[in-house]
């Protein structure tokens, strides 16, 4: 479905909330993309190499592999928050967090 989010760097400092959108990929991945089109280009295309189809991902959380990694610990969700936004009214969000050795990192 359709969503706001942040992902990268620059958005998260300048708090800039960016069109995305997200499937629920499996039993235990969520994949977000830039845009619906860049999601059907992904999984209608049979000529894309795998570089390229990575490239149409923006984030990818997968909850039981990545536990297989040495040092992440798990994830968290924040509580869900209404927040007023002068541009697009009032809005929830929430956070999710990778935790490792070295605290939360977020996701998405």
């Given at each position: ?16 909330w ?90 998405a």
């Amino acid at each position: 479905g359709h969503c706001l989010a942040r992902f990268s760097l620059k958005a998260l400092v300048t708090k800039k909330w960016k069109p995305t959108f997200w499937i629920a990929y499996g039993d235990n991945q969520i994949i977000f993309f830039r845009s619906k089109n860049d999601f059907e280009e992904w999984i209608s295309n049979p000529f894309l190499k795998k570089t390229a189809r990575d490239q149409l991902v923006k984030c990818k959380v997968d909850f039981v592999v990545d536990l297989e990694q040495p040092l992440v610990k798990g994830y968290s969700v924040s509580q869900i928050c209404s927040k007023a936004y002068s541009r697009d009214g009032y809005m929830r969000h929430f956070k999710l967090e990778k935790w490792d050795n070295f605290g939360p990192t977020i996701c998405a």
